[in-house]
């Protein structure tokens, strides 16, 4: 679901060369943005959740054949 700023919270100019390297610190950093943006009384539900950066990324590289990335 797109939101205002959501876009820029994407690819920060930063965040291109991070895209390429590391997906996940990538989707991070824009999740931490996104977050910070949404008003207090807005809910998220966190779907997935592990402590093995690894899992993610295989998770991410998966998940990037059927959706956009910059939209997770």
Do not use: C
Not at 30 to 41: P, Y
């Amino acid at each position: 679901m797109s939101q205002p700023g959501f876009a820029e919270a994407n690819l920060a100019a930063g965040d291109r060369e991070l895209t390429a390297g590391d997906v996940l610190e990538q989707r991070l950093r824009a999740t931490d943005q996104w977050l910070a943006e949404q008003n207090g009384t807005v809910y998220s539900i966190q779907l997935l959740g592990t402590n093995n950066p690894e899992l993610l990324r295989d998770y991410f590289k998966t998940i990037a054949k059927h959706l956009e990335i910059e939209k997770v």
